[in-house]
């Protein structure tokens, strides 16, 4: 009996901390070192080949950047501080009279104010049909497809290209429309469409309205199709006609949009060459010609000065970074302004 009570008695309560020194939690362990910290901190952190893989990803853009963009930029600016002919190569600093001879061209108030009045009918009439189209072929379900491939097709030419088309149909000798014009009875004679400073200008607005067109439709498209169905339903719920959601939802929603279509529009505007050279080579006496061209005129025809062609470059090249940071500016959303 005794014997039974001394064996069912329960075992001492252990000592305060001992339950806690079993094997499976050990307090006996070495405390860890500066050196086994830092190299957790390297394992949680990206790898080196990772940092590698990326640069090498990047390095092609950024080779491409600095010898296409930068160092070209930097030989201009050396150019344009220097008396550089054609033939002759660098002679020299000739830093203010550069800029002053560019400056004091005879073409030179005639090539920016007709290269400024090119730029806001360009745009002008690229952004509106642009958009037209866009929400033309937006609405449109039975012809969808057919209106804008016919739209798109155009784009897929190149510039020269087009401006060689539209050169041999301009053309009253070998072109068609002049002779369909006669045989109409519509004029008399035959038409000289590049004949005139008017009829140049328009002439060559056209052919960049005929290539473009389908350019901005496509980019005015996308963001047409990013603003909600929601959106529209709520606005034709509360009344609103199709002008009023046009004005008071499309247009402000659509924002992004025209500010990309509008720095295209007039960065490639002011820089126009390719169309007025293969069409026109600035005539009719000389009244087509664009700040490109005459940049061309001055390095490579009449002059051959390549610092004086330069220093135009940089004058081109300022103003178009304060004409895209106005732009940029004026196209904000006013809460973000």
């Not at 052919?207 to 439709?217: P, T």
């Not at 009719?284 to 005459?294: M, R």
Request: hydrophobic share 50%; net charge positive.
């Amino acid at each position: 009996m005794s014997v039974q009570s001394a064996s069912s008695t329960p075992p001492s309560p252990a000592p305060h901390g001992a339950a806690a020194r079993g094997p499976a939690a050990s307090d006996d362990r070495p405390p860890r070192t500066a050196r086994a910290v830092g190299a957790d901190r390297r394992r949680r952190r990206p790898g080196r080949s990772q940092a590698a893989r990326g640069w090498a990803y990047a390095a092609p853009t950024a080779a491409f950047v600095l010898v296409l963009f930068v160092l070209p930029v930097l030989l201009v600016g050396q150019m344009s501080a220097s008396d550089w002919p054609l033939l002759a190569g660098n002679r020299g600093v000739n830093f203010p009279d550069n800029f002053r001879d560019a400056v004091e061209n005879r073409f030179f108030w005639d090539s920016v104010v007709f290269t400024v009045k090119y730029t806001v009918i360009a745009t002008v009439l690229l952004i509106a049909l642009g958009l037209g189209f866009a929400l033309l072929v937006q609405e449109s379900s039975r012809w969808k497809s057919f209106l804008r491939t016919s739209i798109l097709v155009p784009s897929a030419l190149g510039l020269a290209s087009a401006s060689l088309l539209f050169y041999a149909l301009y053309s009253p000798q070998v072109g068609p429309i002049s002779p369909l014009l006669e045989r109409l009875g519509i004029v008399d004679e035959p038409i000289s469409f590049l004949g005139s400073p008017d009829g140049a200008l328009w002439s060559t607005v056209f052919l960049i309205v005929w290539r473009f067109a389908g350019f901005y439709m496509l980019l005015l498209m996308v963001g047409l199709q990013g603003i909600p169905h929601e959106v529209y339903e709520a606005a034709r719920m509360d009344g609103a006609s199709r002008w009023q959601t046009f004005g008071r939802v499309t247009l402000p929603l659509l924002r992004p949009s025209l500010a990309l279509c509008t720095i295209l529009c007039v960065t490639g505007s002011l820089l126009a060459f390719d169309q007025f050279y293969i069409l026109t080579k600035g005539g009719p006496d000389n009244s087509t010609i664009t700040v490109v061209q005459l940049i061309y005129n001055v390095a490579f025809q009449g002059q051959n000065d390549l610092g004086v062609a330069a220093a135009l470059s940089i004058i081109v090249l300022a103003a178009l970074v304060v004409i895209n940071i106005a732009q940029v500016r004026g196209m904000r959303a006013p809460e973000e302004k």
